[in-house]
């Protein structure tokens, strides 16, 4: 494998770190007169990277709904900026005259700079109203559900996105108080549930937000939109690079890259279910961060990288 250098500028700028970046970078096997795709710009690290690689012919779509996210733009003409959700991907392309790409990367974390924006409402370390929007122009908040849902909603949310260990009895608790009165805020909603806490209290406001955020955002819906598109955008030989930070996102890279489609195969012998993918799976096992890397970014600890190359 190569080695990479890269300038400083492509690091850290404060808004967040470029997680599995020489990782990304060798995995896209970069033309400098490719046309590629990020699709979670965010602070721009990646992009900036792919921007290194590529020559004056070479072409960079960002994606970003996060309007916070346009800051960080680089003084480059060779990149676009779409202000939209990666799961309008091929929808934006086309509006730019581009049919296929030679490679599309996204890193599906939150970015520190969201965790870090106290009135964003992401984080269980500050108080502020339960919004968690990535995209500001959406209604639907974090106190919308709460305030909203029914039980069998919110325990069904809590189970599968969050899989926090007692979610019906969170969501039970959750309608019960609600009818006291509504939840605002993030201290308010903790301290009202502060008695049906299981384990390590940390952990467990951070599965339920996690929970809250997917939902705000259809994280998983976004995702699954995105990763149909791909197949027909890449070019033959073109590349696919995600970076997942949960088992949920995880599953579903996995097994559309593995098989194109999200459901898991039958085990019955008796049933063939194969299905032919039109991607080639470059990471036959997942890419972690280094030892080193999750000592200098802690964020870096949960995060996998797949590849995969359209055949």
């Known amino acids: 494998m190569s080695v990479l250098v890269f300038n400083r500028s492509v690091m850290s700028n404060g808004y967040h770190i470029p997680v599995l970046l020489h990782e990304v970078i060798e995995g896209l096997q970069i033309k400098p007169g490719g046309t590629y795709v990020d699709c979670t710009f965010g602070g721009g690290g990646h992009s900036r990277a792919i921007l290194e690689q590529l020559g004056p012919d070479g072409r960079l779509f960002a994606f970003d709904q996060d309007e916070d996210a346009k800051k960080n733009l680089p003084d480059d003409e060779r990149l676009v900026f779409v202000s939209h959700n990666f799961r309008h991907l091929q929808r934006f392309l086309k509006l730019e005259g581009v049919m296929a790409v030679d490679g599309i990367m996204a890193d599906l974390g939150v970015s520190s700079h969201q965790f870090d924006e106290a009135e964003r409402g992401f984080s269980i370390r500050y108080n502020a109203e ?88 259809n994280e998983l819906g976004a995702l699954k939109e995105m990763l149909q598109q791909i197949p027909s955008l890449l070019k033959p030989g073109g590349r696919a690079a995600i970076i997942t930070f949960h088992s949920l996102e995880d599953r579903l890279v996995k097994n559309f890259f593995r098989r194109g489609s999200f459901d898991e195969p039958e085990e019955n012998p008796f049933i063939n279910t194969e299905t032919v993918s039109e991607l080639r799976i470059i990471t ?9 890397e999750q000592k200098e970014n802690p964020r870096s600890r949960s995060a996998k990288l797949r590849v995969a190359e359209k055949i």
Do not use: C, W
């Open 130 to 217: 339960l919004d968690m929007r990535m995209d500001k122009r959406q209604s639907l908040t974090a106190a919308d559900i709460l305030n909203t849902y029914s039980e069998q909603q919110l325990h069904k949310l809590f189970e599968q996105y969050g899989e926090v260990t007692n979610a019906k009895t969170l969501a039970r608790t959750i309608v019960q108080l609600r009818n006291a009165a509504h939840f605002k805020t993030i201290d308010g909603f903790k301290n009202a549930i502060r008695e049906i806490v299981k384990g390590n209290p940390n952990k467990y406001f951070a599965q339920v937000f996690q929970a809250l955020r997917i939902e705000v955002n």
């Open 284 to 292: 036959k096992k997942p890419v972690l961060p280094s030892a080193k």
